[in-house]
């Protein structure tokens, strides 16, 4: 059975920092791409970052490039989120996912993510 479980979110100060940790078990981590998401109140889930199996290649969306950094461990099966300059647009609750695939496709990153996990609440105060 597979499980996801999401970290460190919390409540941070505007130009503060979090970084996010995600586990995945029940799988060979290496094998999937994997992904970041967000859904803020009243609002549709979006795409934050995603990576490869490898970790070599990375994919950010616009709001957060250059702020946010996606990382893995597979030595640990664990995912990463660095977030940097936060910002109050970035409150959220965010996700981590498994994709089906151990790459993804610039033209569709945010399609075909298997497994989730419940999420973690990043609130960002002006």
């Known amino acids: 059975q597979v499980q996801v479980v999401e970290s460190g979110g919390g409540l941070v100060q505007a130009g503060g920092s979090l970084r996010l940790s995600c586990t995945a078990s029940g799988l060979t981590f290496d094998d999937y791409a994997m992904g970041w998401f967000r859904q803020a109140a009243g609002k549709e889930r979006e795409g934050v970052s995603c990576?490869?199996?490898?970790?070599?290649?990375?994919y950010y969306a616009d709001s957060v490039k250059g702020r946010f950094t996606i990382s893995r461990d597979n030595a640990k099966n664990t995912l990463y989120l660095q977030m940097n300059n936060l910002k109050p647009e970035d409150t959220a609750m965010y996700y981590c996912a498994v994709k089906s695939t151990s790459y993804y496709n610039e033209n569709s990153p945010w399609m075909e993510y298997n497994y989730w996990g419940q999420g973690t609440q990043v609130t960002v105060s002006s």
């Open positions: 990576i490869s199996w490898s970790g070599r290649s990375t």
